[in-house]
C-alpha cells in the first residue's frame, strides 16, 4: 500500500514509517520540519517538504496518488497552545480540514488520525479511562485535537472516508526533543545523561500513562491494516505512573541520582491521566509489548549515543 505520513520526519512519525516500511509498504513523507529532522525519515521513504495547511499539500496528493494517509503532523505543545491558541487552531484543526479536502478530492479512502488521550479527556471520574467517557480538554489543545476527530467522523458520514482516532497515551522514546516543553521522558533522560538538575513541574504527583513509541508505531500499523477499524482508539498501557516516580525509575535504571527541585504547574495540564486500552486489543489485536523501565533504557542509550563528543 502507498501510504502518505504528514509528520514522517518526527519522533513518532519516523518511528510509523520505518514499520510500514519494515512490513512491506511504500512511504511518503510530509514535513515542513519545524521540528522534524530529514536523518529522521525512514530510508526507502520519499520526503516532501510542505506544510499541512498550504495548497502545496494538494501537489503532494496530485503527484504521490496515496492510497491511505496517517495524519501525525500536529502542533502538539500543551504550553503554546495556551500562549497562542490561535496557531494551535490553525495547525491541528486547519491543517487537518486542509488534509481531508486532499482526501476528498483524491479519493483516498483511508485515514488514520493520531489523537490524545490525555488532552482530550482533561480531567476523568473513571480511571483507566475508556473512549467513551465524555471527553472535557482544559487545554486549547485538548480542544483542537478533539474538533479534528470531529472533523473526521464528518468526512465518514459525507464520504465514506473510512477513519480511525487513535488516541495515544504519553509516548516516549529514542527520537524524542528533549529540548521542548513535551515530553518528560525525553527531558528528564536527557539531562540525567548530560548530568544537569531537572525541574519537575508542580508537586510531580501527576499522573500519565506512558506508551513506547515502537509499540505506538505498532498499533498504527495494525489500525491502517484493518479497514473495519473506525472511531476513536486509545492506545496505552493502563499504568499510571506520576512524574516523581517516573524520575526514580529512571535513576535507578541509569544508576545515578539526579539533581530536581520543584517548579510552578503548567497551566492546562490535568491532574491524572491513564488509559483504557482494552478496546485496541479487541479492534486491533494489540496490546503494549515493552515495559516502562525496558523502554527507559532504551531512552537513555539513545540519549547516551547522541551526547557522544
Known amino acids: 500500500m502507498r501510504v502518505l505520513v504528514t509528520g514522517g520526519a518526527g519522533f513518532i512519525g519516523s518511528h510509523v514509517g520505518d514499520r510500514l516500511v519494515a512490513a512491506g509498504h511504500a512511504v511518503v513523507v510530509v514535513d515542513d520540519l519545524s521540528t522534524g529532522r530529514k536523518g529522521f525519515v525512514t530510508p526507502g521513504a520519499k520526503l516532501h517538504v510542505a506544510d499541512i495547511r498550504s495548497p502545496d499539500l494538494a501537489k503532494v496528493f496530485n503527484a504521490e496518488s496515496p492510497e491511505a494517509v496517517i495524519h501525525l503532523a500536529a502542533q502538539a ?31 483516498v479512502p483511508r485515514v488514520v488520525y493520531a489523537a490524545t488521550g490525555g488532552a482530550v479527556y482533561g480531567e476523568t471520574t473513571t480511571l483507566p479511562t475508556p473512549e467513551d467517557h465524555p471527553a472535557r480538554p482544559a487545554s486549547p489543545y485538548g480542544i483542537s485535537k478533539l474538533i479534528a476527530e470531529h472533523y473526521l467522523r464528518c468526512w465518514e458520514a459525507l464520504y465514506g472516508l473510512r477513519g480511525v482516532a487513535l488516541r495515544y497515551a504519553n509516548v ?32 510531580g504527583e501527576q499522573t500519565r500513562d506512558y506508551v513506547y513509541v515502537e509499540d505506538v508505531a505498532e498499533a498504527t500499523l495494525r489500525a491502517l491494516e484493518r479497514p473495519d477499524a473506525s472511531g476513536a482508539v486509545n492506545i496505552g498501557t493502563g499504568i499510571e505512573t506520576s512524574v516523581n516516580a517516573l524520575l526514580r525509575r529512571l535513576e535507578a535504571v541509569a544508576g545515578v541520582k539526579a539533581v530536581a527541585r520543584h517548579g510552578p504547574p503548567k497551566p492546562g495540564e490535568q491532574r491524572r491521566s491513564v488509559l483504557d486500552a482494552s478496546l485496541a486489543k479487541r479492534l486491533l489485536g494489540w496490546t503494549p509489548r515493552v515495559t516502562l523501565d525496558e523502554g527507559l533504557r532504551h531512552t537513555l542509550a539513545y540519549f547516551k549515543r547522541e551526547t557522544r563528543p
Open 172 to 203: 516516549f522514546g529514542p527520537r524524542q526533543n528533549p529540548l521542548g516543553e513535551a515530553g518528560v521522558v525525553a527531558i528528564f533522560a536527557h539531562r540525567i545523561v548530560r548530568g544537569e538538575p531537572i525541574t519537575i513541574n508542580g508537586d
Open 77 to 107: 505543545e500543551v504550553r503554546r497552545s495556551v500562549e497562542d491558541p490561535a496557531l494551535d487552531a490553525a495547525i491541528n484543526v486547519g491543517g487537518m480540514l486542509n488534509l481531508l479536502l486532499c482526501c476528498q478530492r483524491a479519493k
